[in-house]
């Protein structure tokens, strides 16, 4: 059991009494029915025959999203309608728009509905020169497919599994260039919800960074911060470092943070384990003193040793280390190390106990005595081990009352 090393210089004078003090012997309603002040409705509508019947509830017009940041590829827009843009763009009937792509072909379109979808293509076309009743406009940058891709979701909201998984990239680029928000969260969902992988979480961070994708942004940063040490040796990583070192030393910074705070974490657990064996062996200790377990005891109680294990689960190592300090020859403070324990663990009770005239753990009211003596170094110490325990014990009976 760990304990803090608190050092007690005064409590040699303790040990001449401690034969007496220590006294502990080893051995082998019903409801209310409400007025009704109105006439029952069957009998009013048996005088008035006339009243119509009340019209049927209204239909569920469509369901909510179980997860609210799912996003799908259907909502509440029937099927023939989008059906029905998406033929007006496949087959492009009274197209007075051309979109040219990089590798030189066009793909046709209406001038009033890309107005309408995307502010910045309406701005573009009204700068474009009409030729032969065509606008003419080019997407560089960017592959026909992608292209293709991003002008039918203006036109039906609708897109392929595939295109999304091959080009989610470019159209998360071509939508935040372009201000098509609802395509920008389609893509930043696709992305979060498994399109990341360690090949392409640094270019897709670099994008989102880009994009004024803040969420990405943490989803990328928390992804290479877990696996840095195989993202780190990714071509994306070496390309990154090259052409934007301050991203790099942010990256780094981001790691040395994670790993501190990871630390400072394990480091709290590991305190909050010592303060919890501390609270226990409080526990047990009055329970040893005051009603006796198996073979020990006070002397006023009767023992057994066939009875059942007590619930408390530090019982058996206290009662191991009460039977050292009653027989240890040594028994003074920094003499024997586990005499050390006991005697801080006693002060540790008396420093808790707020019935000390009245308390059958031996010795409480002698330390609370010799408190008096400390410099304030020590009392401070032995304040804050206090509040440590009584702020473990108050969350570990919170937890029982669960």
Known sequence: ?????????????AVESFGGSFKIRIEEEE???SIEFFEDPSSLACNLPNIPNPPSAPGKICSKATNPR?????????KEAKD????????????????ITDDGSF????????????????????QSKVKNGIRCIKIPGVPCDAVSAFIRFLYSACYDEGDMKKFVLHLLVVSHAYSVPSLKRVCINHLEQGGLNLE???????????????????FCIRMIVRNFKNISSTEGWKVMRQANPVLEQELLESVVEADSRKQDRLKKIEEKKVYLQLHEAM???VHICRDGCRTIGPRDKVLKASQAACSFPACKGLETLV??????????????????????LLELHSRICDEPDYCKVPLCRHFKVKMLQQTKKDAAKWKVLVSKVNAVSLFSSRRADL
């Open 84 to 99: 029905t843009w998406d033929k007006l763009f496949k087959e492009g009937y009274g197209a007075d728009v051309h979109i």
């Open 323 to 344: 039977r050292h300090f009653s027989s240890c020859k040594i028994r003074v403070p920094g003499g024997c190390v586990h005499c050390k324990r006991m005697w801080q």
């Open 200 to 218: 392409n979480v640094i270019d897709v961070l670099q994008l989102a960074r880009s994009c004024d994708a803040p969420r990405l942004t943490l």
């Open 283 to 285: 526990e047990a200790l």
């Open 1 to 13: 059991m760990a304990s803090p090393d608190v050092h007690t210089p005064w409590l040699s004078s």
């Open 31 to 33: 409801t209310v029915d």
């Open 107 to 126: 793909i046709p379109a209406h001038y009033a509905l890309l107005s309408v979808a995307s502010p910045v293509l309406g701005n573009f076309l009204q």
């Open 70 to 78: 799912q996003l799908s590829n259907s909502d509440c827009v029937p």
